[in-house]
């Protein structure tokens, strides 16, 4: 199992969610998860922390295209949204990612909409 602070390549990401490489990059272009260009080789990456266990195979968290879609509302970069969900919030106790792995949307939306 990924661990919610690593990064993964596109391949390595569908890889982890047993789908084909080309499908991750239909989930980045309809904004269901995003990435950003990290690492030394500065590739697009993702956090591992999209991806949650199922009860078939682990799969993307599924409140995470709408809060997505909320933080680039609030006018958020893809970076500043990963930088955002990755950054401890003292309102939730943890960070947004980990409050959406653990399935609280309602709470952090109300964040995310506090920002606009």
């Known amino acids: 199992m990924t661990q919610p602070t690593q990064w993964l390549t ?3 990401f569908a890889e982890a969610i047993g789908v084909e490489a080309g499908d991750v990059r239909d989930k ?3 904004r269901k998860i995003i990435a950003i260009r990290r690492g030394d080789s500065n590739t697009w990456q993702i956090p591992a922390g999209f991806i949650i266990p199922g009860d078939v195979s ?3 968290i599924p409140t995470l295209r709408g809060t997505l879609a909320l ?3 609030v006018g958020f970069s893809d ?3 990963i ?3 990755m950054a401890p919030a003292e ?3 943890m960070t947004p990612l980990e409050a959406l792995r653990a399935g609280q949307r309602a709470p952090v939306r109300r964040l ?3 920002l606009l």
Do not use: F, M, N, T
Request: net charge negative; hydrophobic share 40%; glycine share 8%.
């Open 10 to 12: 596109i391949p390595d």
């Open 91 to 93: 309102e939730l106790g």
């Open 83 to 85: 930088d955002w969900l």
């Open 79 to 81: 970076e500043e949204a």
């Open 58 to 60: 682990p799969h993307i």
């Open 112 to 114: 995310v909409q506090a």
């Open 28 to 30: 980045l272009r309809e």
């Open 71 to 73: 933080l680039g509302d």
